[in-house]
């Protein structure tokens, strides 16, 4: 998992390691349990983010379309299982990532990451 560590950190978007740190923060979370929550958080946000691309690629390839409310019939039900499939991947992450965070952090901690974790850019600011 070590070696791994660096590869993972070094793929992670600025928005994940901004988001981490947030989290972090706000958890007051030690050093060593933040080494050990590090390549899992960005494995989780990796995942996550491949969930919510299920729905979100199939919606920005049909964007000026669903602005102009010119969807067809056909694609609406395209973006509709989408994003029901979309959904149902989150939470299937969200689920497995549970566990997983279970592992490092207590029942209490994990519910605080999650929520920690889902404030908007906003609210990370401190606007």
Same mark, same amino acid.
């Given at each position: #998992?070590?070696?791994l560590t660096?590869?993972?950190?070094?793929?992670?978007s600025? /928005? @994940? +390691?901004?988001?981490? &740190?947030?989290?972090?923060?706000?958890?007051?979370?030690?050093?060593?349990?933040?080494?050990?929550?590090?390549?899992?958080?960005?494995?989780? #946000?990796?995942e996550?983010?491949a969930?919510?691309?299920?729905?979100?690629?199939? /919606? @920005? +390839?049909?964007?000026? &379309?669903?602005?102009?409310?010119?969807?067809?019939?056909?694609?609406?039900?395209?973006?509709?299982?989408?994003?029901w499939?979309?959904?149902?991947?989150?939470?299937?992450?969200?689920?497995?990532?549970?566990?997983?965070?279970?592992?490092?952090?207590?029942?209490?901690?994990?519910?605080?990451?999650?929520?920690?974790?889902?404030?908007?850019k906003?609210?990370?600011?401190?606007k």
């Amino acid at each position: #998992m070590i070696t791994l560590t660096p590869s993972l950190l070094s793929a992670q978007s600025e /928005k @994940d +390691k901004e988001r981490f &740190a947030y989290v972090v923060a706000q958890m007051k979370l030690p050093k060593d349990v933040k080494a050990k929550l590090q390549p899992v958080f960005y494995a989780y #946000m990796k995942e996550l983010h491949a969930a919510k691309d299920i729905y979100g690629n199939l /919606k @920005d +390839k049909n964007v000026t &379309a669903i602005r102009k409310k010119t969807i067809t019939p056909e694609l609406a039900r395209q973006l509709n299982t989408a994003r029901w499939r979309s959904d149902e991947k989150v939470l299937e992450v969200r689920r497995a990532y549970t566990q997983k965070f279970g592992t490092i952090l207590t029942p209490q901690q994990v519910y605080y990451l999650f929520s920690y974790a889902n404030d908007s850019k906003n609210k990370r600011q401190g606007k």
